[in-house]
T-cell receptor
């Protein structure tokens, strides 16, 4: 079966670091994606991991371990504008569809 | 790069009318596009996969005669909500995948309100 798990909500303080975890189970794996979605808006692409390891992109980094079916999104130097939902998704190798987690709502407090 | 547009961004219509939503990839070609629907505070729900030059593949529970999808070119897919009813009111979002890439890029979404 296909399943993606991520925490429902997280709260962090402005300027801090937060790590959002994602575990997945799929019948075939073709990469893991992170998207950011602000309330009332469409998702925007953050990162794509297909190989194990850490991908850094400015304040955001994404990590993947294929053997563990695990990924995390690391946000540094949090800003108020980072308050949003963060969606973890994998692309199923068989159907080529994207399977999304329910998203993690991050609240950044002043 | 990888910009996807949707038009209109907002539409309000009367029950029973049809509404067409356009999804365009502005700076790349996309053989495959997806159509999603999202209700408030809920997850994205995949409605259908749109492939250029062939019939769309609909997810279970999505009526193909109600949600007509046409992918006539490598940069345009349209979703027509036929005989719209208030329960069709939702946020409709398309996405497109640049050919030879894996990442899908989302359009800004279309908010539909059926009165």
């Amino acid at each position: 079966g296909q399943n993606i798990d991520q925490p429902t909500e997280m709260t962090a303080t402005e300027g801090a670091i937060v790590q959002i975890n994602c575990t997945y189970q799929t019948s075939g794996f073709n990469g893991l994606f992170w998207y950011q979605q602000h309330a009332g808006e469409a998702p925007t692409f953050l990162s794509y991991n297909v190989l194990d390891g850490l991908e850094e992109k400015g304040r955001f980094s994404s990590f993947l371990s294929r053997s563990k079916g695990y990924s995390y999104l690391l946000l540094k130097e949090l800003q108020m504008k980072d308050s949003a939902s963060y969606l973890c998704a994998v692309r199923d190798l068989g159907t080529y569809k994207y399977i999304f987690g329910t998203g993690t709502r991050l609240k950044v407090l002043a | 790069g990888a910009v996807v547009s949707q038009h209109p961004s907002w539409v309000i219509c009367k029950s029973g009318t049809s509404v067409k939503i356009e999804c365009r990839s502005l700076d790349f070609q996309a053989t495959t596009m997806f159509w999603y629907r999202q209700f408030p505070k809920q997850s994205l729900m995949l409605m259908a996969t749109s492939n250029e030059g062939s019939k769309a593949t609909y997810e279970q529970g999505v009526e193909k005669d109600k949600f007509l999808i046409n992918h006539a070119s490598l940069t345009l897919s349209t979703l027509t909500v036929t005989s719209a009813h208030p329960e069709d009111s939702s946020f409709y979002i398309c996405s497109a995948i640049p050919d030879s890439q894996e990442t899908q890029y989302f359009g800004p979404g279309t908010r539909l309100l059926v009165l």
